[in-house]
């Protein structure tokens, strides 16, 4: 089983939709939780970190569930410039990053 | 400021070949690091460092070895090319007060014939 996994997608949601991800880790013993962006064939960015309380920022809300070991990224009012990939990122400790393979998502005219 | 450059951003290899990737930040950060980036897979840690004059292994380490003479550059080579090492690579570097905060180069595109 992966680290770290999440839906490929593509998740395909028209401009104004709200869309959320899931990602699943396997490591009870992770402490950190993060998003980041990477558009096509660019470098990633990080969007939010995920806090125990849950955390937003403008229209993003990430979520953490220690229980059920799963983080979430909700976005609402999509825009076209919400397209690209999200990357979930767990911290086993310092230095120890586990990166998923990315949730694709399309923002449709 | 630039943030995280990365030189070459694509090259051609053939097997058994060797080549440097440079990296530089201008951000003043302690920490930096490689990684290697394959369709299927997360990004995965192949070096790090946490400071000039100190480096060490991440997940991938085997092929590559690293050296950070300067604070502000981290290189990365390959001594003997093999297909497999065929993927793009990412700088990062990060404030050690923050370091989660990963800043990311553009990245280089190495195919390996």
């Known amino acids: 089983r992966k680290e770290v996994e999440q839906d490929p997608g593509p998740f395909n949601v028209p401009e104004g939709a709200t869309v959320a991800f899931n990602c699943t880790y396997s490591n009870s013993a992770s402490q950190s939780f993060f998003w980041y962006r990477q558009d096509c064939r660019k470098e990633p960015k990080l969007l939010m970190s995920v806090y125990s309380s849950g955390n937003e920022d403008g229209r993003f809300t990430a979520q953490l569930n220690r229980a059920s070991q799963y983080i979430s990224l909700l976005i609402r009012d999509s825009k076209l410039s919400d397209s690209a990939t999200y990357l979930c990122v767990v911290s086993l400790g310092t230095y120890k990053y586990i990166f998923g393979t990315g949730t694709r998502l399309k923002v449709l005219a | 400021n630039a943030g995280v450059t990365q030189t070459p951003k694509f090259r051609v290899l053939k097997t058994g070949q060797s080549m440097t990737l440079l990296c530089a930040q201008d951000?003043?950060?302690?920490?930096m690091y490689w990684y290697r980036q394959d369709p299927g897979m997360g990004l995965r840690l192949i070096h790090y460092s946490v400071g000039e004059g100190t480096t060490a292994k991440g997940e991938v380490p085997d092929g590559y070895n690293v050296s950070r003479l300067k604070k502000q550059n981290f290189l990365l080579g390959l001594e003997s090319a093999a297909p497999s090492q065929t993927s793009v690579y990412f700088c990062?570097?990060?404030?050690?007060?923050?370091?989660?905060?990963?800043?990311f180069g553009p990245g280089t595109r190495l195919t390996v014939t």
């Open positions: 990062a570097s990060s404030h050690r007060d923050k370091e989660y905060e990963q800043y």
């Open positions: 951000m003043n950060h302690e920490y």
